[in-house]
């Protein structure tokens, strides 16, 4: 999901305790200004584990921001409960046999929430202002692949009218790619490739979409209540979608609330429609419930290093490797969930992509790898890195987020294996959510510890991530091996499966062999859900969850 779609590693309370693309009874909620629960009044409760960032949509990178614009707007095309592309403002549409040329028809009479018109035009704008390098959209990247996306924000291409995005009249677009691209279909769908109205964002410059009232929808539902820092807002039935009469509920309450025992206990009291067990004595209790799902998140939970030479040491690759092979992946586990996550093999988690052949591309690229447990070969490692770099004691500082129920115990295991480095001294940060996104974003750490949800159900989602030219390459690692195998994938081989698998494979050999980044675990997320909430969507890749089929049962 590139972004920085990168969540908190409170992950289990978060949003993305999602399935494997499928429909699910129950969602994620908490209401504290109800006191009937849902099933009396068709209002969905969800809770979000941070604070709401934004609703720009050439800005926003998490996954809580993604959530409440997947329900609030709507892209070209939408999702079926499977995950494939249907129709959402364009009702058909079609491409050329070399997959360059795409055209979209969109349906008549379009509006906004506010009711302006909303037209071909509307996209045009919007891409050409997420690429934009004066809007600094950190998601710009993930338009690389649309004809001339990459010069233009690189700085190289000053028009942006020469962008491959044109309107044909008010209801048809034209997109023109430089090279095949395979998710192209399922971008469409992403909130980053949303239309905004230009009309509505041209006074508001930097204040788009600071509030739920600092943007306008063209979704399901309408964003309400936020003033961009309070904790409580909402989702309501937005009259001017096209769609408007298939939406099956009132809406849908958030609150953000941190505390996993809260929320817990107000399940427990049949006020919450499902709730996540964040906790392994959470897990140990509830493991034999009926009511309890386990969905694999398509999330993998890892750490960067500052490789911009600011930090001694962490340019020695010997040193890495040593972190690395000292890291206890499956200590780890068990501390933050019994277990239930799993061991990293890769950057991409199991159950994602598929091979050329359809097995799982994971363990095909496990083949490539050994991420281990290994502390003799790492302080043998970390004692001829240090020669290397001629030092003789290290201290680093580990950064993780404050308003997590993970982060303590994840550092907590890692400060324990890698002190028995000789001469190394770890120290451990706790920020909150916001601090560690700009933190990430700025290089204004040594080691953090930083997560990833899939955008799209292919590898690059996450391999695209470590391209030296990235925004979300926060630890500034460089390898033109690795950018050679990553614009392959995505361009020369990218209709050719076989080819392109074989490049992504390598792409994760590369990482595994430079410890670039230290993949720590996937995620796994273990839900108790009220049986009587039916019809949500969920995903785990791309924006999180579907709402507007969802009801509640009074069976």
Same mark, same amino acid.
């Given at each position: ?194 239309? *905004?109205? #230009? =009309?509505?964002? &041209? /006074?508001?410059?930097? %204040?788009?979409?600071? +509030? @739920? ?68 004595? *959470?897990? #140990? =209790?509830?493991? &034999? /419930?009926?009511?309890? %799902?386990?969905?694999? +998140? @398509? ?79 790492? %302080? ?176």
């Amino acid at each position: 999901m590139a972004r920085k779609k990168k969540m908190s590693t409170s992950k289990k309370v978060a949003i993305a305790a999602l399935a494997l693309v499928i429909v699910v009874g129950g969602i994620f909620g908490f209401s504290a200004l109800l006191k009937n629960s849902s099933s009396n009044t068709n209002v969905l409760n969800e809770y979000l584990g941070e604070d709401m960032t934004t609703q720009d949509l050439s800005q926003m990178t998490d996954s809580y921001a993604f959530l409440v614009a997947a329900n609030s707007q709507e892209g070209l095309l939408s999702r079926k409960s499977n995950g494939s592309p249907k129709a959402g403002l364009a009702k058909s549409w079609s491409h050329s046999k070399d997959g360059l040329t795409w055209t979209f028809h969109l349906r008549k009479g379009l509006k906004w929430s506010n009711g302006d018109k909303l037209t071909a035009s509307d996209f045009v704008y919007a891409w050409q202002r997420t690429v934009n390098p004066k809007t600094a959209s950190q998601y710009a990247y993930i338009y690389s692949g649309i004809k001339n996306a990459d010069a233009i924000n690189s700085g190289k291409d000053k028009d942006l009218s020469s962008l491959g995005i044109k309107a044909k009249g008010e209801n048809t677009l034209v997109v023109t790619l430089s090279h095949p691209m395979p998710q192209f279909e399922n971008l469409m769908a992403f909130p980053v490739f949303f239309a *905004q109205d #230009k =009309k509505f964002e &041209s /006074s508001l410059g930097s %204040k788009v979409g600071t +509030s @739920s009232s600092k943007q306008v929808y063209d979704g399901p539902y309408k964003f309400v209540g936020w003033n961009g820092s309070n904790k409580k807002f909402k989702l309501v039935p937005n009259k001017n979608y096209w769609d408007a009469k298939a939406v099956k509920n009132k809406g849908v309450d958030f609150q953000v609330i941190t505390d996993p025992t809260a929320t817990l206990a107000t399940y427990k009291k049949d006020q919450l429609d499902s709730v996540s067990l964040t906790t392994p004595e *959470q897990i #140990k =209790k509830y493991k &034999s /419930s009926k009511d309890l %799902k386990i969905y694999n +998140s @398509s999330e993998t939970l890892y750490m960067e290093y500052n490789q911009t030479g600011k930090v001694k040491g962490l340019t020695n690759t010997k040193i890495r490797q040593a972190l690395n092979l000292a890291t206890d992946r499956k200590s780890i586990s068990q501390s933050v969930s019994e277990g239930l996550d799993g061991i990293p093999t890769g950057m991409t988690p199991a159950g994602l992509a598929k091979t050329a052949t359809g097995g799982d591309f994971a363990k095909a690229a496990a083949k490539a790898t050994a991420y281990a447990y290994n502390i003799k070969k790492a %302080k043998k490692l970390f004692a001829e890195g240090m020669k290397e770099a001629g030092l003789k004691k290290l201290t680093l500082t580990v950064e993780g987020t404050s308003d997590s129920t993970t982060s303590k115990s994840t550092l907590d295991t890692i400060q324990q294996t890698w002190e028995q480095l000789p001469g190394l001294t770890v120290k451990e940060k706790f920020v909150p959510f916001k601090q560690r996104l700009q933190d990430a974003a700025n290089g204004n750490f040594q080691v953090i510890l930083t997560d990833w949800i899939a955008d799209y159900a292919e590898a690059t989602t996450f391999l695209g991530l470590f391209t030296s030219d990235s925004p979300n390459n926060d630890g500034k690692w460089v390898s033109k091996e690795y950018d050679q195998a990553i614009n392959a994938a995505e361009s020369k081989d990218a209709l050719n499966s076989k080819a392109r698998i074989a490049d992504e494979v390598r792409a994760e050999k590369i990482l595994y062999q430079n410890s670039a980044v230290n993949p720590v675990y996937w995620v796994n997320s273990p839900v108790l859900t009220n049986p009587k909430v039916k019809g949500i969507l969920n995903f785990s890749s791309g924006a999180g969850s579907y709402y507007m089929h969802a009801y509640i049962s009074k069976k």
